[in-house]
């Protein structure tokens, strides 16, 4: 596997608001992984990327820039093994992504999309949302405050006039499910999947990730699913279970920091990318 080239690229620090360290720490374990593995890696950032000739068998893509998704859609286009996908990544900008989730049948809260110029207040009310989220829709996210949990319609509308005084064109106004959040890390292509409580134990690995638990089970086939929709391999997301047992999926990141279990994430990105690379390069 030494002829195996391999383009990484890593996310630019404008899209990594408050995880700029944690998102280049899993970027470079999975490097170092493929490395051990025989392959060259050669590791740019989203600017050196767009600027270069890219002549790797394989881009691993954890990048979110417009300029850099396009050329890596470009080089998917031309037959380039690309992991995550342009297009998946694409398919992760809010607005697009609650709309693939919820045709698709997976179970996402209530939401509605809309410009951030009007006046969301009755739609609030009739839709009867209590607590509601307001987030980013048009874009991949900057800043922290481009996400809100907001009490009441109020909050809500003044959040939706501060997107529209920051140039955010598109919100997504989701329902606040209350309950246990489940916190979940996914790698289609190596088949690895892993779960946890983030308060429960401290934090620490619990039974919701153990394999014979039912719970588990579900969780699996929900993030899994959306991952497939979404076309993305590696992935993270956030699954809340509501006092009634019911799962709703509330969250899903395009390849996210994997901080709390970064090694064995890391080897399981590596795993898959190879698998994918020997279907993908005919002369291995």
């Keep these: 596997m030494a002829d195996i080239t391999i383009a990484a690229v890593l996310r630019a620090g404008i899209f990594s608001p408050n995880h700029i360290a944690n998102d280049a720490a899993i970027l470079h374990a999975v490097v170092a992984e493929l490395r051990k593995r025989g392959c060259l890696v050669n590791v740019y950032s989203e600017d050196e990327f767009c600027n270069a000739t890219i002549e790797e068998d394989v881009v691993l893509a954890m990048c979110r820039g417009a300029r850099t998704v396009e050329k890596i859609q470009y080089l998917e286009d031309a037959g380039r093994l690309v992991v995550n996908s342009g297009y998946g990544i694409e398919n992760c900008i809010r607005m697009i992504m609650v709309r693939l989730l919820a045709k698709a049948g997976l179970p996402v809260p209530e939401f509605f999309v809309v410009d951030t110029d009007v006046d969301i207040r009755k739609q609030l009310k009739k839709a009867g949302f209590g607590p509601c989220w307001v987030k980013k829709g048009d874009a991949p996210l900057h800043h922290l405050?481009?996400?809100?949990?907001?009490?009441?319609?109020?909050?809500?509308?003044?959040?939706?006039?501060?997107?529209?005084?920051?140039?955010?064109?598109?919100?997504?106004?989701?329902?606040?499910?209350?309950g246990e959040k489940i916190r979940c890390y996914g790698v289609v292509s190596s088949d690895w999947f892993h779960s946890f409580v983030p308060f429960r134990n401290g934090g620490e690995d619990n039974d919701g990730d153990r394999a014979d638990n039912p719970l588990h089970q579900t969780v699996r086939e929900i993030c899994m699913k959306a991952a497939e929709v979404l076309d993305v391999d590696i992935f993270g997301c956030d699954i809340v279970l509501d006092k009634q047992g019911g799962c709703h999926?509330?969250?899903?990141?395009?390849?996210?920091?994997?901080?709390?279990?970064?090694?064995?994430?890391?080897?399981?990105?590596?795993?898959?990318?190879?698998?994918?690379?020997?279907?993908?390069?005919?002369?291995?």
């Design 145 to 178: 405050e481009d996400i809100a949990l907001c009490r009441h319609d109020e909050e809500a509308q003044e959040i939706l006039h501060e997107f529209f005084f920051r140039h955010i064109g598109k919100a997504v106004v989701s329902k606040e499910i209350a």
């Design 249 to 284: 999926l509330v969250n899903f990141d395009d390849w996210p920091s994997f901080a709390p279990i970064r090694k064995e994430a890391a080897r399981a990105i590596a795993k898959g990318v190879l698998a994918k690379a020997r279907k993908a390069i005919k002369r291995l």
